[in-house]
């Protein structure tokens, strides 16, 4: 009874930070870049993976970009983590900076099924040898927050005279979902998952100019609501022995029923002041009200390829590549906006990088990870040097803590708390663009655990 106790308040902080952050948007990010699309990408994966979305896989932790990972878990498992951040925005001479953060990711994964078959080798000995080949059917619900989109800034024109508009927006599309694996012997696992979209987004945009003792103003109030199906397909492959072993992952995903619908608000509004020279609002005019209904919207296929190298329980390298074709998806709030595809490569190096304590160890070592991302987003401008696409940089190093305790059938079971520091650098303060500079902090909880599972007494 803790434990379901334990799920649900983590379940509910969870929903009350996403209620949060579509309200208010500002909680995650503050980019000008957010302005397109849906906003945002944020790292959908746990912190533990590195920038190995296709490849991290093990006893107590999976991948959430590839739904076959979830093959190898052996034990239940609840992942929860939440970030902190901070940097600042340059354009032209201005500055500005940002604090914020909230929940990033929470996780339970538990096995359904599982069953090892021992089959007999051929040996010239009289000793008979034998071969375990594992078997499982293993599940995991999800919720994180997909995208996010906080953003606010101004243009002025003195030209014919003096006009000033204001952009700002928040909210963001975030996933509940459901993921399955089946483990097939030693060197294949296959998954899928299909999670569900829900969210809003708002964009506010206020023309002003001046009118001899009064402001007039025009307010254009947008709000668009989300709901649809995400689904990834995946698998791993996995080959070698303990001391040098190769795996090879790979996904597609892909969206159904994705409908999208706006209500639309434009008033014209008049700023007057008062004789104690404060200013009061008021509506002039409506001159658009409209409710659209929910149409449906085109979404990114995407699709990835891994590989990872590991040296016996010492290290191991990763290698990853990602795909989003964001150039197939129509923007709702401005369609004559063209988006460009998205690729992501990644490598991490993790040292310690077996989740689970070897029996031959008195304690288990601290997972230590490095690593980086280069990335060409979806963002893409055209200017007096042609198109330019909006690159990001990501480096990270993170280490985690293991917790052991032993269980009541004297296995060793294990928890982890890991921290991570990011460096993120996106853009560049050139033709009215912005640089964005990032730190980000993340702690998690990887907490292990025989649950769901019936207990023998003699």
Known sequence: MRIKYFIFILGSLFTGSVSWAQSSGQNYTISPYSNFGLGELLNQNFIQAGANSQTHSGAYSFS????????????????????????????????????????????LAFNNWKKDKVKSMPSSSSKKKTKTVPFAWNSALSLYPGTS????????????????????????????ELSQALKLGNHISLGFSSGYLFGQIRDVSIFGFPDSTNYMFVEDDKSVL?????????????????SAKHTFGLSY???????????????????RTLQNNLQNLYTIDTVLDIETGMNKISMPASFGLGYQFRFRRLFSLGLDYRKQLWGNYAAFFNPGIKLSDRTDYG????????????????????????????????????????????????????????????????????????????????????????????LVFSLSMNLGDIWFQRRKFD
Do not use: C, W
């Open 226 to 242: 989300i709901r649809g199906f995400q689904h990834r397909a995946g698998a791993l492959f996995s080959f070698g022995k303990d």
């Open 347 to 438: 490598v991490t190096l993790t040292l310690n990088p077996m989740d689970e304590k070897s029996v031959r160890q008195k304690r288990m070592r601290m997972p230590i990870r490095i690593g980086g991302v280069m990335s060409e987003t979806q963002n893409a401008f055209i200017g007096t040097g042609g198109q330019r696409i909006i690159k990001e940089q990501r480096a990270f190093v993170g280490f985690g803590i293991p917790i052991s305790r032993r269980y009541f059938d004297n296995r060793v079971l294990r928890s982890i708390v890991h921290f991570q520091a990011d460096y993120i650098s996106r853009g560049e303060n050139l033709n009215g663009l912005a640089r964005e500079q990032y």
């Open 149 to 176: 989109v906080g953003y606010n800034y101004l243009f002025e024109s003195t030209n014919p005279f003096t006009t000033r508009t204001i952009h700002s927006g928040s909210g963001g599309v975030n996933v509940f």
């Open 64 to 107: 959430l970009f590839n739904p076959a990972t979830l093959g190898n878990l052996r034990y239940a498992t609840v992942d929860f983590g939440l970030n902190g951040r901070t940097g600042n925005i340059s354009s032209g001479d201005q500055v500005r900076s940002f604090n914020g953060g909230s929940f990033s990711y929470l996780s």
């Open 253 to 271: 995903g892909f969206h159904s029923v994705v409908r999208a619908g706006q209500n639309r608000l434009v008033r014209t509004l008049e700023a």
